[in-house]
């Protein structure tokens, strides 16, 4: 039987209000003159296709069936959301489009993981709620204690009004829904089914306990994600050969982090209709409005 997906499911008032704050606030001060740019599917088949074609390799399989793309070969992305923000080098790509557009808004800094291009991509708007623009790993401090990024939810609802291609969209010479079936397929999967499994075994209660210890500045997140879910989707394991490759139990500390800061309808949204644009059949038989279609 399935288990239902409820909107006041796994949000922490905490993290939901902030979350609200940040997205009203914003539009409070947006006039219509200055709404966040919009990006056409042109638009988008140039920064993937240049973001691809510089992309660090050790973050695809070494194993399998390759991709070429601009004189590499790219196995499976096997990373996850840090991976695709900063080493598939689409942010040095936002860079180039901006400076191209003349949309520049003073200097990008150019430190390994500012995410300022993507913040002035999409006209101003801040990637994070509590902290600045430097997405710096997985223990940072925060008015003394231990804390991780808040998403602000008005970029993460930017970006799924205007980053995801369509299937037919060019993509490095090849059309997106190759792109996706033969390289970003695995990710795309693994989040839907980490997101499914996390809410069948206690989404609410898995977050609080997640919350407690994240407060230990001591606290080791990636092992005791490792420990604690161990067992989860083990198909997803297969073929990790890395310290950078996302395994079920990374993905579900996303998720859990998620529903702490109260963005992961919208992620879940996004993810949707990625899905739905280049999965459909698999989304299908795995999720339906409101429930899950499969135990796990």
Known sequence: MGVKITKPIAMKRTGMLLAWIA?????????????????????????????????YEYMFSETGPKTE??????????????????????????ANHLREEGKVQGAIPTDFSNLTAYAQLAGGIEPFTNSNENFDGWGKRVDGQAAFHYYNPA?????????????????????????????????????????LYINLVGYQEAQDDYQARFVN????????????????LPAYSKGVNN?????????????????????????????????????????????KPGEMAKSY
Not at 40 to 46: I, P
Not at 76 to 93: E, N, V
Not at 217 to 232: Q, S
Not at 263 to 280: A, C, V, Y
């Open 23 to 55: 997205t009203f606030g914003l539009m409070a001060m947006q006039t219509s003159s200055e709404m966040p740019p919009k990006l056409s599917q042109g638009d988008l088949s140039n920064l993937y296709s240049e973001g691809l074609a510089h992309s």
């Open 69 to 94: 793309i601009a004189g590499k070969w790219y196995g499976t992305y096997m990373g996850g959301m840090k991976g695709l923000l900063l080493y598939t080098q689409l942010k040095s790509a936002v």
């Open 155 to 195: 970029i993460v609802q930017w970006g799924i009004q205007n980053m995801i291609p369509k299937a037919n969209t060019e993509i490095a010479g090849k059309p997106a829904q190759e792109i996706y079936d033969r390289m970003f397929s695995r990710f795309f999967r693994m989040m839907v089914d980490t997101y």
């Open 217 to 232: 500045m001591a606290f080791d997140a990636k092992d005791f994600l490792g420990t604690k879910y161990h067992n989860a």
């Open 243 to 287: 310290w950078g490759s996302l395994t079920p139990q990374l993905a579900i500390g996303f998720w859990l982090r998620r529903g702490i800061d109260g963005t992961n309808e919208l992620f879940w949204e996004g993810l949707s209709k990625i899905m739905q644009e280049f999965d459909e059949e698999w989304f299908a038989e795995k999720w």
